[in-house]
């Protein structure tokens, strides 16, 4: 993997190739009305379906870009990248002492706005197919804090399953 390191940005480009155009705003208000389902429990089949992504991006990197890392702290990194040049949020940053991702400047925030739980689920569903797949792992991925309830970040905690 160290030579992606070097070409940061060829991957941040293949990634753009890879990644389909969504309008911003489209993908904000469509967020915004499909959260005011969740109580229905369509927040579920959003995370279930955040997470088929995450495995699909990962598989991409593999099987395209011959990507592969069996380190966690890599994976991270990777997916920094990936989250990052999607334009999705604006900063993401890993803390593998106490196994946590923050991110700043979630668009699922921004749909959202205030609220008394975190919205950010979806995130954390493509955080955890991305990181199993790429790993050949099981992970739990949950969001423990939101910008959406007046925090400064976003915190997922990681965990590791037995497989």
Do not use: W
């Amino acid at each position: 993997m160290g030579h992606l390191k070097d070409n940061i940005k060829a991957l941040a480009e293949a990634i753009e190739r890879e990644s389909v155009l969504i309008h911003r705003d489209a993908l904000i208000g469509g967020y915004r009305d499909l959260h005011k389902l969740s109580k229905l429990g369509i927040d579920r089949l959003i995370k279930k379906a955040a997470e088929y992504g995450g495995r699909k991006g990962a598989k991409t990197l593999k099987e395209r870009y011959g990507v592969y890392t069996d380190r966690l702290d890599e994976a991270l990194e990777l997916l920094s990248i990936i989250a990052e040049s999607s334009r999705l949020i604006d900063f993401f940053d890993f803390d593998l002492t106490t196994m946590e991702i923050h991110v700043e400047g979630s668009i699922l925030v921004e749909a959202i706005g205030k609220s008394n739980k975190p919205v950010c689920r979806p995130m954390a569903g493509f955080f955890k197919g991305f990181l199993g797949e790429l790993l050949g792992k099981k992970f739990e991925v949950e969001e423990l804090s939101c910008s959406a309830q007046g925090y400064e970040r976003c915190t997922f905690r990681i965990k590791v399953k037995n497989n």
